[in-house]
């Protein structure tokens, strides 16, 4: 019981800290849309399947390219040490000088879902992330943005 009160505090002590480290950073959040033109035909019922089948592909593209460019290890830039792993199974682990947890995550591109499990207790979270290149941004629940980089 005691190791998983140790392990359940550090977990909560990684939060805390990844929510209160602040860095600079930027997240563009533009969409693209096209509304129909004057000149647009009048759809089949046969094209209606096509499309549906093109934006599936379209988010399943995204969520796909997402999770890869997630892939690999990221060590949190301003204090070495700190490391989040992500598999390509959906599977991870956050280290932590040493403390490791295990998590599997699910991303879209823009929100990182977390559940780090420890002896059976789930413990989820939900962060906004951006990566640019090299760099993977988390955004905490309070705004301020946390870095890590590729290793």
Known sequence: MKAITIKILSLICAL???SSLASCGAKNDTKETTAPTESATVSTATEAPVTAATDV???TESK??????????????????????????GTGSYDMFGE??????????STLKITFTDEGVDVPTELAYTIDGDSFNVKDSLG?????KRK
Request: charged share 20%; net charge negative.
């Open 16 to 18: 805390f800290l990844m």
């Open 57 to 59: 592909a379209i988010e």
């Open 64 to 89: 796909a390219s997402a999770d890869n460019d997630l892939v690999g290890s990221w060590d949190f830039a301003e204090l070495s040490g700190m490391v989040y792993t992500f598999n390509e199974d």
């Open 100 to 109: 490791v947890m295990n998590f599997t995550y699910e991303a879209d591109g």
């Open 144 to 148: 301020n943005d946390t870095i890590y």
